[in-house]
C-alpha cells in the first residue's frame, strides 16, 4: 500500500504554526507568573507594613485593641490576636485554619467559605499576647486573574490562527520560485532539450540547483544528439553495404553467369557481409565498455614485445605504400594483452591509410617512474584544430580527403581505442601539426 507524506508545504506550514503556538502559550505562562508574582509581592509588602504599626499600637498600652481592629479593618486588612490563655481577639467573624497560626516567612494562603485569604503569623514577647495573625483577602486577584486567563486563552488563539493564515502565506510566497522552477521543467521534452533555467530571479538556495539542472539538461541534449547521430550513422554504416549486396544480386539474377562471375559476385557480398559484421562487433563492444562489462586480465606486458609480431603484419600491408613502420623504445605495463594489442592494432591500421606514400610509420615506447607512454606518429594531412575534439566520437571523419577510397573503417577504431584506454585508467591524447599526426597514449604505473 503506498504511503501519503504531507507536502513540504503542509510541514514548514505546521512547524512554523507550531512553534508559533508554542511560544504564544509559553508566553501566556510568562505573564501569568510575572502577574502572580507580582500580587504575591504586593501583598507582603503590604502585610509587613501593617505588621510594624501593629507592634507599635500593641506596645502603647493607651490604646485599646478595638481601636486597633477598628483601624486595621478599615484599611482592610484582619487581625487575630493570640492571647496568652490560647483565645482568639480578631477584628472579623472569619475563621482561620489551624495551619495559618505557624510562624514562616512564606505567606500562608487559605480559604473560608467564599473567600480566599493570605495570612502571615508573627510571636509576640507581651504579658498579654503570644502572637498576632495579619492577613488580607484575595478575593479580587483571583477575580483578576480569572479574566486575565480568558483574556490570554483568546489572545494565543487568535495570534495562533493568525499566526496559521500568515505561515501558510509566507510559505506559498517562499515556494513561488520552486513552483516556477517546476513549471519550467515540465516543459522539457525529447524534443525540446534546449529550454534552460534561469538563475536571474531565484533565491540563493536554488541558484547552484539551477545551475546543476542545467548541466543536467546540457548533457541529456548532448546525449540526445549523439544518439540521434550513432543511429543515422549505424544506419548509414549498415545501408551502403546492404545496398551493395541487393544491387549485385539483382544484377546477377538479370541474366545467367558463369560459375566464376557467381563466385566473383559471392566474394563481394562477402566482403560487404564481414564489414557489417566488423560494425556489430565493434557497436557491441563498445556499449559492453560504456556499460563497464569488459572482462580484462591484469598481467605485466613487455610493449615492445608485444608490438613487435603487430608491426611486422602491419609492415607487410604499408610496403605497398612506400610506408615502412619502426619500433623503438621499451616499457612494461600491467594489463589485458589482447585489449592493448588491439589498441596498436587500431592506432596502426589508421595510421597506414591515412599516410602519404612513402613517409615512416613510428611506435616510440617510453616508460618513467610514473607511468608509460606509447605514441604512434604518421605524415599526412594535417587534422584541422576544430576536429580534434571530435575525432574519437563514433563514426566520426575529420576531412574527407583523409580517406583512402580503399578503407574499410567504419569510424569506430579510435572510439575503440579510447574506450580500451579509459577501462586501464590511462589517458589518450592527438596532435596534428603540419601534417605530422601523433596519437599518444599514457597510462599510469
Known amino acids: 500500500m503506498k504511503k501519503h507524506y504531507l507536502s513540504m508545504k503542509s510541514k514548514l506550514t505546521l512547524m512554523f504554526f507550531t512553534t508559533s503556538v508554542f511560544v504564544f502559550i509559553g508566553l501566556g505562562f510568562a505573564i501569568q507568573y510575572l502577574v502572580q508574582s507580582h500580587f504575591y509581592e504586593e501583598d507582603l509588602r503590604l502585610i509587613e507594613s501593617n505588621r510594624t504599626s501593629i507592634f507599635v499600637l500593641l506596645e502603647n498600652k493607651k490604646i485599646s485593641s478595638s481601636e486597633i481592629f477598628a483601624s486595621l479593618k478599615s484599611r482592610g486588612i484582619y487581625i487575630w490576636l493570640e492571647k496568652n490563655d490560647a483565645t482568639l481577639s480578631q477584628n472579623t467573624n472569619i475563621i482561620p485554619n489551624d495551619s495559618a497560626f505557624k510562624q514562616s516567612k512564606k505567606i500562608n494562603e487559605w480559604s473560608y467559605n467564599d473567600g480566599t485569604f493570605r495570612t502571615l503569623y508573627y510571636p509576640l514577647d ?3 499576647y503570644m502572637g498576632f495573625l ?32 500568515y505561515s501558510f502565506m509566507i510559505v506559498n510566497m517562499g515556494f513561488k520560485p ?7 521543467i515540465k516543459q522539457v521534452q525529447p524534443n525540446k532539450l534546449n529550454i534552460r533555467l534561469s ?5 540563493n538556495e536554488l541558484i547552484e540547483f539551477a545551475k546543476i539542472q542545467n548541466q543536467m539538461l546540457e548533457r541529456l541534449e548532448l546525449g540526445f544528439e549523439r544518439l540521434s547521430d550513432f543511429s543515422s550513422d549505424i544506419a548509414h554504416e549498415l545501408k551502403t553495404p546492404l545496398a551493395n549486396i541487393v544491387t549485385q544480386t539483382h544484377v546477377t539474377l538479370a541474366q545467367p553467369r ?3 562471375e557467381y563466385q566473383e559476385i559471392l566474394l563481394s557480398n562477402l566482403e560487404e557481409l564481414e564489414r557489417i559484421n566488423k560494425t556489430i562487433n565493434d557497436t557491441l563492444y563498445l556499449a559492453k565498455s560504456e556499460n563497464d562489462l569488459l572482462l580484462k586480465d591484469n598481467i605485466q606486458l613487455d610493449l615492445n614485445e608485444l608490438f613487435a609480431p603487430i608491426v611486422e603484419y602491419y609492415s607487410i600491408i604499408s610496403e ?11 616499457g612494461t605495463l600491467f594489463g589485458d594483452k589482447s585489449m592493448i594489442q588491439r589498441i596498436i592494432n587500431n592506432l596502426l591500421s589508421n595510421a597506414i591509410r591515412h599516410s602519404e606514400k612513402n613517409t615512416d610509420i613510428t611506435i616510440d615506447i617510453k616508460e618513467t617512474s610514473n607511468n608509460v607512454v606509447i605514441a604512434v606518429s604518421n605524415m599526412g594531412d594535417t587534422i584541422d584544430e576544430k576536429d580534434l575534439p571530435f575525432i574519437f566520437e563514433r563514426f566520426y571523419r575529420a576531412d574527407k580527403s583523409r580517406q583512402h577510397l580503399s578503407s574499410s573503417g567504419a569510424g569506430l577504431g579510435l572510439t575503440i581505442v579510447r574506450a580500451i584506454v579509459n577501462a586501464h585508467n590511462g589517458n589518450i591524447t592527438v596532435q596534428s601539426l603540419n601534417g605530422n599526426t601523433t596519437f599518444t597514449v599514457a597510462f599510469n604505473k
Not at 480568558?150 to 495570534?159: E, H, K, N, T
Not at 612506400?322 to 621499451?330: E, F, K, T, W
Open 126 to 128: 507581651n504579658d498579654n
Open 134 to 165: 495579619i492577613g488580607i483577602n484575595i478575593d479580587h486577584h483571583i477575580r483578576f486573574n480569572k479574566r486575565l486567563n480568558g483574556i490570554l486563552m483568546w489572545s494565543v488563539g487568535i495570534a495562533s490562527l493568525l499566526s496559521f493564515l
Open 320 to 330: 605497398e605504400s612506400g610506408n615502412p613502420i619502426y619500433l623503438s623504445g621499451q
Open 199 to 203: 538563475d536571474t530571479s531565484l533565491p
Open 258 to 260: 558463369t560459375p566464376h
Open 178 to 184: 520552486l513552483q516556477s522552477l517546476q513549471d519550467r
